[in-house]
């Protein structure tokens, strides 16, 4: 899938309109203006035109909505304009505009932001993930959208390649989180982000088992023990020579690309079916680091990946056990399904070595936080200044990747106390998000913010552009984020 800028012409021609101000139109009829108009009126958000020779599909942008909204509605019909491009079997698809700068100034947008943000709608629409099908049959149509020249649109071509690379990221990390683990277990997973890292200027070092262990990286080490696979540990750099932090952010995302539950094994209907989605958040991760190099931003940033399957088998660790962590700090694991939080500790503890600005966590860490934000939100928990929290639920509603921000309050910390040893790894039945939170809070000493995407990176049922299955969620909101920084 491709976004071009040129003035290239097809047989599919696209046209973004004001919602309450419809233009005639010297390419219709008269019959067809006032249909289109009509449809319009009839609140249709897009109007289809077949005039055999082309056929023209109108987007009705509502600019009375918010800013963030009326991006939001563009994707969206990025989606719903898909089905017809692919049953007329269009390979291209030209994009132009019919709004003036003049008339968006209040929204502080420009049209070609509006451009964008149909075409990104349009595009992650396009995903399939088709590696295991024999059928060739089932690939969409759509291989090129067009964005014809407009006299308003400013650095258009440079923005037009910026997006280009950033829904290749989100296309590689949602390919990584629909491949099951009988294709991608860690050693497997790591290969792959050296793979891509490594062609756009990205260092990728991966530690294996014995460094691991010389590292004493106990929480990593613990949840590998019913594993016949290895744990890997990725340290990936990007550090371009015109960086203008000193201080690298650091990203780190859970890596587990398979969870049973170990012996405390999933019990409910359905609930390890999906599970080979457990390492979304090192996708998430990794999708914005290689978006971030490949459109050349001048941030250093590390991002690190603790990766295993949590399995029963071999020998397991157990409820009542007591793990040493690479910080030294002593947890007593009361459910081996509260995984997630003990390879991440032991990867937050690491990045304190990077002395790091600022550390984002990213995880498909607990069911609380898909019960209680849905697929519709990122819960995110901080224990920084509110400037750089409320910066990133900003980027969560330009890109609609939106945040519900909860508390790491101290006496949370009081839920995780145990009494063998320093902490426990479960908090007890309410509250779940935040107390895993609080558990990950344990092993940094920089500004900390943790996402936690349980419910939107990986859906059962289609919504909209974000697609089935996995939704690459993270990528576009870390990316939107430190671009702006």
Not at 92 to 109: E, M, R, Y
Not at 195 to 208: A, C, M, P, T
């Amino acid at each position: 899938m491709n976004i071009n800028y040129s003035n290239n012409r097809t047989n599919c021609i696209i046209t973004i309109i004001d919602k309450s101000n419809i233009n005639n139109y010297s390419f219709l009829t008269e019959d067809q203006n006032v249909y289109l108009k009509k449809q319009v009126t009839n609140e249709s958000k897009t109007v289809n035109i077949n005039n055999y020779n082309n056929y023209f599909i109108f987007i009705t942008a509502d600019l009375t909505k918010k800013d963030y909204w009326v991006l939001e509605n563009l994707r969206m019909s990025g989606f719903s304009t898909l089905p017809v491009i692919n049953s007329n079997k269009f390979e291209q698809v030209g994009l132009f505009i019919d709004i003036p700068n003049s008339t968006l100034v209040d929204l502080k947008l420009n049209s070609l932001d509006l451009v964008l943000a149909y075409s990104e709608g349009l595009a992650l629409s396009n995903y399939q993930f088709l590696e295991y099908f024999t059928d060739n049959s089932k690939k969409n149509s759509l291989s090129e959208i067009i964005i014809n020249p407009n006299d308003e649109f400013a650095d258009a071509e440079n923005k037009v390649n910026a997006i280009n690379n950033l829904i290749e990221a989100n296309y590689i990390a949602r390919d990584l989180v629909n491949k099951p683990v009988s294709h991608l277990n860690s050693t497997t997973l790591a290969k792959n982000f050296q793979k891509y890292g490594e062609k756009v200027g990205i260092k990728v070092d991966v530690l294996e088992k014995d460094k691991i262990e010389e590292l004493g990286m106990g929480g990593l080490l613990a949840v590998n023990k019913g594993s016949i696979d290895p744990p890997t540990f990725t340290i990936m750099t990007y550090k371009p020579e015109n960086h203008k932090n000193s201080k690298p952010i650091v990203l780190v995302g859970k890596g587990v690309v398979y969870d049973t539950g170990g012996l405390s094994l999933k019990s409910t209907a359905s609930s390890m079916d999906l599970m080979k989605s457990d390492m979304a958040g090192s996708a998430a991760v990794f999708g914005a680091i290689y978006s971030i190099a490949k459109n050349n931003l001048p941030y250093y940033i590390i991002a690190l990946v603790p990766s295993t399957d949590n399995r029963p088998g071999g020998n397991a660790y157990a409820p009542g056990d007591v793990i040493k962590m690479m910080s030294g700090l002593t947890v007593e694991v009361l459910n081996t399904d509260a995984e997630g939080r003990m390879v991440l500790a032991d990867a937050l503890h690491y990045a304190k070595r990077f002395d790091p600005e600022f550390v984002i966590n990213v995880a498909t860490l607990t069911g609380a936080a898909a019960q209680a934000v849905g697929k519709e939100a990122i819960a995110v928990m901080s224990n920084t200044e509110i400037d750089l929290t409320q910066n990133l639920v900003k980027s969560g509603f330009e890109v609609f990747e939106r945040m519900v921000e909860f508390p790491l309050w101290e006496d949370y910390g009081d839920r995780i106390k145990s009494d063998i040893a320093d902490i426990k790894n479960i908090g007890g039945k309410t509250a779940g998000m935040i107390t895993a939170g609080k558990f990950l809070e344990k092993f940094t000493d920089y500004p900390f913010i943790h996402l936690d995407i349980a419910g939107s990176a990986f859906l059962e049922v289609q919504d909209n552009y974000r697609g089935k299955n996995a939704t690459g969620s993270g990528v576009r909101l870390l990316y939107n984020f430190i671009s702006k920084l």
